[in-house]
């Protein structure tokens, strides 16, 4: 049975010591293997290991090992049973001195005044520690207010970006809507333009066709104006004026 460990020593589980010895789980379960094969002796809970902080620097040897495992675990079970031996030649030492505890009042009187004063300084540390937890709790209480707000601050931001993006592209939109409308409106007013021009071209080629029509029609009767008159003219007069006519 193992006797090299301290009162209130730290136990660990196999997933803490991953973490301590920055190795994954199975691993530690590997050089728990290894160790046990070569006769170390780990603290059990049934089939579970308890791992203490002596076996964690046996775990770290094995993991920064040049060797064999098996070669390394062979010198960390020898260095387990030195330890184990001195702790046991301690609790025989501390037994004989607990049967030779001297009656003397002023001896005894010594004793107690170290027993006070280490239960002394036990509650200064149990205070100090209880202190140190209430400012652990504050500062976690700090820093999750603190998160909250950073990230309640992110949301609005976000939500305001959101805004924003959607008021510009409103805005854009709302642009290129009054653009296609005044292209439209410049559009029409040119296609209007022209049509009128197109009408007025039009009214005054009816107006030429009109005129030549009129200048037709006037030559016209003047030709036959002037066929009647040299139908209706005696011989004599037809020759003058026909004369008339060759002498202009």
């Not at 027993?115 to 149990?126: G, I, K, P, Y």
């Not at 924003?164 to 296609?180: A, G």
């Not at 296609?191 to 080629?205: C, D, H, P, T, V």
């Amino acid at each position: 049975m193992r006797r090299d460990i301290q009162p209130n020593e730290r136990a660990f589980s196999t997933k803490e010591v991953a973490e301590e010895v920055g190795i994954a789980t199975p691993t530690v379960r590997k050089y728990g293997q290894i160790l046990e094969r070569n006769g170390y002796e780990f603290l059990k809970d049934g089939d579970r290991r308890i791992f203490v902080q002596s076996d964690i620097e046996a775990l770290v040897a094995l993991r920064d090992t040049d060797k064999p495992l098996d070669h390394t675990a062979k010198e960390l079970v020898s260095q387990q049973k030195e330890k184990l031996l001195s702790s046991n030649e301690t609790d025989i030492a501390l037994t004989d001195t607990y049967e030779n505890v001297p009656y003397d009042p002023n001896q005894l009187k010594e004793v107690l005044k170290y027993v006070v004063h280490e239960l002394s300084a036990t509650r200064e540390m149990n205070a100090q520690l209880t202190n140190d937890m209430a400012q652990l709790k504050t500062t976690v209480s700090r820093l999750q207010n603190d998160h909250h707000a950073i990230s309640s601050n992110i949301g609005n931001s976000a939500q305001k970006t959101n805004v924003k993006i959607e008021k510009l592209s409103k805005q854009q939109q709302t642009h290129y809507e009054d653009l296609l409308e005044r292209e439209k409106t410049h559009y029409e007013t040119l296609l209007q333009q022209e049509k009128q021009r197109s009408e007025e071209l039009q009214q005054e080629l009816r107006n030429m066709r009109q005129e030549q029509i009129k200048e037709w029609r006037l030559q016209n009767d003047f030709n036959k104006r002037l066929e009647e008159a040299i139908q209706q003219k005696p011989k004599g007069k037809r020759n003058g004026l026909f004369s008339l006519f060759r002498s202009k």
